[in-house]
């Protein structure tokens, strides 16, 4: 049961793997984030990703822009005016006016809008150096929840970091799509997209909740973090975690790595942060919980990533209830409609 | 990781030191409290417990803020300044304090901007023979007393008061000349508000006693300034006070800014250093015996006293069999000094045409050091430049891409300088050791043969002596018997082929060779306390003998923390003799006993009659705490069992140093040689001993009370990314790293941006009277104003990493600053200066110089601008000839 939604012991054996090691995945802790993005460099040597565009983005240090084919790991970098529970505030007293980051907002989110595919090409392509004036256009953009709220005088302030990678699903929505079989789940848990059996198609791409993975320019292929699958088989922790230096990602056996999460949110809150959280963490969320999960000093939607993601499958069997009921009142109709006729 | 509090100035940690910063974090983990005081809201900022912001250039005044705040309030930790410090030790009648002469101390003579330090001294000590602060001030004098210690002759004859109450006791004195660095002084000086200052002394003292330790780490943020060492000073002082050095969590650590910096000046690369901090003898030192008495002018007590142990031992080294006794050991064959050697007088030589060829290895001057103009110009007047790099850096392209081909001031077909490009085997690509931060040496193996032409600086180095003694052999002249008498027999594994002529030297043979010799058994030496004067040992670094003890390369060892004690003693080698942490006597009182069961480092154990603890102790092994030296004992044996500080000539730590600074026995807040405001605290503008090199060639930016400097209004810091690696030649070249920050930008506040105009992503240009640097605007709330001294002050930030050659390019940061010197070692200001920010592009070509003539006009600098470094009397220090 739960094979479509919903929380799954055995992801692996579930896949059909009789005799399996553990599951294995990353517990991101961004609390202890320092931005030096050893990850994605790491990720890129070991993994022979190319480099792909060396454009100033403007979004703080951020040059990466997100995830993408071929950046598999992604630092995001946020400046907000508001602090966390246990700094102090960074700018009281100075004389300071009104927060910059509408300003920086204004001047780069056009540049993102006036980009040929909104944006999603964040770091594979330079973008317009100019772009319209700033306007409001009703969707979520670089500004961020909290990013307004400074007072005129601005004292608080904080800089968030976090290191996003595939989540490697209990249900893997790029995985349930994929009509050749190039993604699949491996003996560790894992998802891993074969490049030599995909065929281009792009439906993993709509079906992940998370816009993670992500098809390479020049071959149409998808492509995203693979875990370090060459390496696990080795035994040797992902590139990644082994280049972090302050262990802000955390390589283990998922449910060691969950019983270690709950300690270290315990913890901040004991500190008094108590708007740390974790995310992906839950069996019972809308993916069956994330093999990669991460611990947030904000809400998701600050970090770029969505409050409430679920797989498409999780809606099947809702949609085959309602299409069976509606093949069944078509069914009924034409029958009706049948034996109308016969009488006449 | 054992600290309760960490405080980091002067120091970017989590984005220059990264993987060093993993311990700071660890320790938060545990429960410390993380500060981090700076210009900007950093990486380090993002994830310290309080960031506290400060104006560039004014940390002297903020730490001064902090010792008057721990005197006024009886925060020191007594029992250990008493016993461990010089707190007691009265001060020579004729001291003048800054106090008294606003701004300078006794002693200085305008006419040559150096102070005659005789009236610094302990009541009851003499002055050494001959001390000249101008001539000192040119050799870096200081900097070469760091094997022998500073002289202070007869410091155990000194007057000194128990109770520190004597008016001229040093801790007496040290309130009196702190007594102005107030809450509200701090506040106007280094724009840090009251409250927020006041919080960092709570934390730094609450967080420093019997159980509890502060760490504090510095960087370049506080080494590259005009007074730069006094910067150092303070901290120290601070730290002294709180009884937070030679203890565990406690300490000053100064954080390196490249792999092995540190090896390369335990064995140096400067030129008024031999390895092991040995001064490099001078004109005056006609034979061993008279460079022997220059260095134990600093009395007779202590590790220093055995220098003459050190030098014969590495003299040995040097020349082998050619040393003997009757010959000084080879003595006559060092280099002398007979002036300033320095990097940039020797630039400055360059462009004078005293200076004909130039090697530079794993450097790139063009792009990272200050004044890049002047480095460029000063190589395109050579006869010859060897350049060995992994890449085709800047350096080595400067005569057909610098900046100067555009304004017509270099042109490539009339450069007389001819280039010869080495590829260099990277440090995957050869064996040998690394020293880092912490003085730990860690072995590298091999992990791939150079490719093509690539080669070892151990190679280079060995076949360049080879082919000059070849060329040499035979000759008679006294100048080159010493490449003739030269022991360059190391052993050797084979050619890059693995045979022939181009044979690969033998890096472990090296690492043996600076351990050391007892050459009657042919014997490793197990640590420096085997040392000989009498010829019978070798060694090519004192401080490293050991590394090599036993026939076991211990700088190669890597045992698990889980299998070891908690100061890792087994992983790789730290000198001296593996200590972990220097002073490590101080970790106990003066009984021997540790401090707290909690701060328990090494004590004294009774029944042993040894020291003993958990680190390698920091002290003769059988002198108990309660021993009191013979009146007519040496070295070592003159320590009390209460003189932790084992290489000062008095066993103390110096809060007041009677000698060994140029610029004062106390750090003094000086204002930067180039900044927008007056010195609040003294008439004395600068540090008045700075060096200044008042050429035109070198103009510097008008500080108050010169006019003109409204020209450049704003304050400007320079610093790194974690993406790139200093002068960008190991960063700029690789996709990975150049794509995470691909183009040069400058920092600058949302209320500066609206003050001149700048748009986010937009184009500026910083302007100095050196040169302008284009940049793209990054408007941050990172970055804050300041109110300094009742004004708004603004300060604009840009990483150094950017040229013209590799993936990514940019104008050269490092252009914008000019050069003037700290006295004591001479590190350039490069940390702060002034500047203008325009919006836009900037001129190029001869549009740029005529922008840089307009902006010299507008502020009326001329040669002398600057170069008056003694504010009240006005004596211009400019070039012969400017």
């Known amino acids: ?344 | 990781m054992n600290s309760d509090c960490i405080v980091i100035m002067g120091s970017n940690m989590a984005e220059a030191h990264p993987v060093g910063f993993q311990w700071v974090m660890e320790a938060k983990g545990r429960g410390a409290r993380v500060i981090h005081i700076d210009p900007r809201f950093t990486r380090t900022s993002a994830v310290a417990d309080t960031y506290v912001p400060i104006r560039a250039g004014s940390d002297i005044a903020f730490l001064g803020g902090v010792i008057r705040y721990v005197l006024d309030n009886d925060l020191d930790f007594r029992e250990y300044v008493a016993a461990y410090t010089n707190a007691s030790f009265l001060v020579s009648e004729d001291f003048a304090d800054t106090e008294d002469l606003d701004g300078l101390f006794s002693g200085y003579d305008p006419r040559t901007g150096a102070y005659e330090r005789d009236s610094w001294y302990y009541e009851g000590t003499e002055p050494p023979r001959d001390d000249d602060g101008s001539r000192a001030k040119t050799f870096s004098e200081p900097f070469q007393a760091g094997a022998s210690g500073a002289g202070v002759a007869g410091a155990h004859l000194a007057e000194r008061d128990p109770t520190l109450q004597h008016p001229r006791c040093v801790f007496q004195v040290l309130k009196r000349h702190f007594a102005r660095y107030t809450p509200e002084m701090v506040e106007r000086v280094c724009g840090t508000p009251q409250e927020q200052f006041l919080d960092v002394c709570r934390a730094w003292t609450t967080n420093s006693n019997r159980d509890r330790t502060t760490a504090l780490v510095y960087s370049v943020g506080w080494t590259q300034h005009s007074v730069g060492a006094q910067y150092i000073r303070a901290g120290a002082i601070l730290q002294l006070l709180l009884g937070n050095i030679g203890r565990p969590g406690g300490g000053v650590f100064a954080l390196r800014g490249h792999a092995s910096i540190q090896g390369s000046t335990d064995i140096p690369t400067l030129f008024n250093l031999l390895p092991g901090y040995l001064a490099m003898p001078n004109v005056a030192h006609t034979d061993l015996d008279a460079w022997m008495a220059d260095q134990r002018t600093g009395g007779h007590k202590g590790y220093g006293y055995d220098v003459d142990a050190y030098m014969v031992s590495l003299l040995k080294e040097y020349f082998g069999d050619a040393a003997t006794p009757e010959n000084d050991f080879g003595f006559d064959w060092l280099p002398r000094i007979d002036g300033d050697h320095g990097t940039y007088r020797t630039v400055m030589d360059m462009i004078d045409g005293k200076v004909s060829g130039y090697f530079v290895l794993g450097q790139n001057p063009a792009v990272g050091s200050a004044h890049g103009r002047l480095q460029r110009l000063g190589m395109a007047n050579l006869d010859w430049l060897v350049v060995r790099d992994l890449n085709e850096i800047e350096t080595a392209t400067f005569w057909r891409d610098s900046p100067e081909i555009e304004t017509g001031e270099i042109v490539p077909e009339r450069c007389r300088t001819e280039v010869f490009l080495m590829p260099a085997a990277s440090h995957v690509e050869k064996e040998g050791t690394f020293t880092q931060t912490q003085r730990m040496l860690q072995w590298r193996t091999k992990a791939v043969e150079p490719s093509g032409d690539r080669r070892s600086e151990l190679w280079f180095a060995y076949h360049l002596g080879r082919l000059v003694r070849e060329r040499l052999a035979g000759s008679t002249r006294e100048r080159d018997q010493p490449m003739l008498n030269l022991a360059w027999d190391y052993a050797t594994e084979g050619g890059h082929d693995g045979t022939g002529e181009w044979v690969e030297p033998s890096a472990d043979d090296v690492l043996r060779r600076i351990n050391g010799y007892d050459l009657t058994t042919g014997d490793l030496l197990p640590d420096y306390l085997g040392l000989k004067a009498d010829g019978s040992t070798s060694c090519g670094c004192w401080i490293y003998s050991g590394v090599y003890a036993e026939g076991v390369n211990q700088a190669a060892r890597r045992k698990s923390h889980t299998e070891q004690g908690p100061y890792d003693a087994e992983w790789g080698w730290t000198w001296p003799m593996n200590r972990r942490v220097l002073y490590n006597r101080a970790s106990a009182d003066p009984e021997g006993r540790p401090w707290s069961e909690r701060k328990k480092l090494v004590w004294w154990d009774a029944d042993e009659g040894a020291w003993t603890g958990y680190d390698i102790p920091d002290f003769p092994r059988n002198t108990p705490p309660g021993h009191r030296p013979p009146e007519d004992a040496t070295g070592p044996e003159a320590l009390s069992g209460d003189d932790p500080f084992i290489m000062q000539p008095d066993g103390k730590a110096w809060l007041f140093a009677p000698h060994g600074l140029l610029d004062g026995p106390l750090p003094t807040h000086y204002e930067p040689h180039e900044s927008p405001v007056r010195n609040p605290l003294y008439g004395q503008q600068g540090n008045p001993t700075r060096k200044v090199y008042g050429r035109p060639d070198n103009p510097s930016n008008p500080a108050p009370p010169e006019a003109g400097s409204e020209v450049f209004p704003y304050v400007l810091t320079a610093a790194r990314l974690t993406e790139h690696h200093t002068a960008g030649g190991m960063s700029r070249q690789l996709p990975y790293l150049s794509e995470l920050q691909p183009a040069l930008f400058v920092e600058v506040s949302p209320e500066l941006a609206r003050e001149r105009g700048l748009t986010h992503l937009g184009d500026a240009h910083v302007v100095t009277s050196r040169s302008a640097v284009q940049a793209r605007v990054v408007v941050t709330d990172r970055m804050a104003p300041l109110r300094i001294d009742g004004r708004v002050v603004h300060q604009v930030w840009l990483p150094y990493h950017f040229g013209h050659t590799g993936l990514v390019s940019g104008d050269v940061v490092n252009d914008l600053f000019g050069v003037v010197e700290d006295s004591n070692v001479f590190i350039q200001e490069s940390k702060v200066a002034t500047c203008d920010v325009r919006p836009g592009p900037r001129p190029r070509g001869p549009a740029l110089r005529a922008l840089l003539d307009e902006v010299r006009a507008a502020a009326g600098i001329t040669v002398e601008t600057g170069t008056r470094i003694a504010t009240a009397p006005g004596v211009a220090h400019t070039e012969e000839g400017s």
């Open chain 1, 1 to 344: 049961m739960n094979r479509l939604y919903g929380p799954l012991d055995d992801v692996a054996g579930d896949a059909g793997h009789v005799e399996h090691p553990p599951r294995v995945g990353f517990f991101t802790d961004t609390s202890v984030c320092i931005g030096c993005k050893a990850c994605e460099v790491a990720c890129k040597e070991w993994n022979a990703v190319p480099e792909d565009g060396l454009d100033l983005l403007g979004m703080s240090f951020d040059n990466t822009g997100m995830l993408g084919a071929d950046s598999w790991r992604h630092v995001a970098f946020v400046e907000q005016p508001r602090r966390t529970a246990h700094q102090d505030p960074a700018f009281a007293g100075l004389p300071t006016g009104p927060s910059g980051i509408p300003e920086t907002a204004g001047a780069v989110e056009p540049r993102l809008e006036a980009a040929p595919r909104g944006g999603s090409e964040l770091g594979t392509n330079p973008l317009p150096p100019g772009g319209p004036e700033p306007q409001e256009l009703g969707m979520p953009g670089f500004s961020r929840p909290g990013d307004l709220t400074g007072p005129e005088s601005r004292t608080d302030f904080r800089w968030l970091m976090a290191s996003d990678v595939c989540k490697h699903c209990t249900h893997a929505g790029c995985l349930d799509v994929c009509p050749t079989g190039a993604l699949f789940r491996t003996e560790f848990g894992t998802v891993v997209v074969q490049q030599d059996l995909c065929n281009g198609c792009g439906y993993c791409v709509s079906g992940c909740p998370y816009g993670v993975i992500d098809r390479r320019q020049h071959d149409g292929r998808a492509n995203k973090c693979t875990l370090c699958y060459d390496r696990l088989g080795d035994g040797l922790e992902p590139a990644c975690a082994k280049a972090c230096p302050t262990d802000s990602i955390q390589f283990g056996e998922l449910d060691e790595l969950r019983e270690r999460a709950d300690r270290r949110l315990a913890q901040l809150h004991d500190l008094g942060v108590s708007e740390a959280r974790l995310y992906g963490r839950d069996p019972d969320d809308g993916v069956g919980g994330d093999g990669a999960f991460f611990l947030l000093l904000d809400e998701p939607e600050v970090y770029g990533l969505p409050p409430d993601p679920h797989v498409p499958t999780r809606d099947a069997p809702s949609m085959w209830k309602r299409a069976g009921q509606a093949a069944a009142a078509f069914l009924l109709a034409g029958a009706a409609a049948f034996l109308a006729g016969g009488r006449r």
